[in-house]
């Protein structure tokens, strides 16, 4: 399960870092004509998926806080409900195929957010013995 839950995090890692970079490298005319939210709330998004796509990685990889794996899929998953709603409701372009998209990210998302709190939850710096390693 642990290998499964790295594939999907570093998918994801890669996706949010393409999607969250561009909406900070783009111009504010660029990101209006494609989405009538405000430009700073585009920004804020951009910045917000570029910090879950780090915290997807860096704290499982360098053992450091990797609690904060599945706090960082949680933020992404209200991205990416918002992401659906919005098109669905006809906000953002693409209409109800459109919301597939974000829909599955998102699902993805609370699996690796749910996979990392229940299912295969880092053991970095526990203090308590694991299961291959009798207690002395």
Known sequence: MTYVLWIVQ??????????GGMKLALPLEVLMEQTPLPGWF?????LAEVLG?????LPGLLGIRPGLT????TGL???????????????????VAG??????VG????????GRWR?????????????RQPAS
């Open 107 to 114: 699902l993805l998302s609370a699996f690796v957010a749910y």
């Open 119 to 131: 299912l295969a939850p880092p053991q970095c710096g526990s203090s308590e013995p694991s299961e």
């Open 77 to 95: 998953v209200i991205i990416m409900i918002g992401a659906t709603v919005l098109t669905l409701v006809g906000v953002a372009p693409g209409g």
């Open 10 to 19: 570093g998918l994801l890692a890669l996706l949010f870092l393409f999607t």
């Open 42 to 46: 585009v920004r804020f998004l951009g």
């Open 53 to 57: 796509a780090i915290g997807l990685i």
């Open 70 to 73: 599945p706090l960082a899929a």
């Open 99 to 104: 919301a597939l998209l974000p829909l599955v």
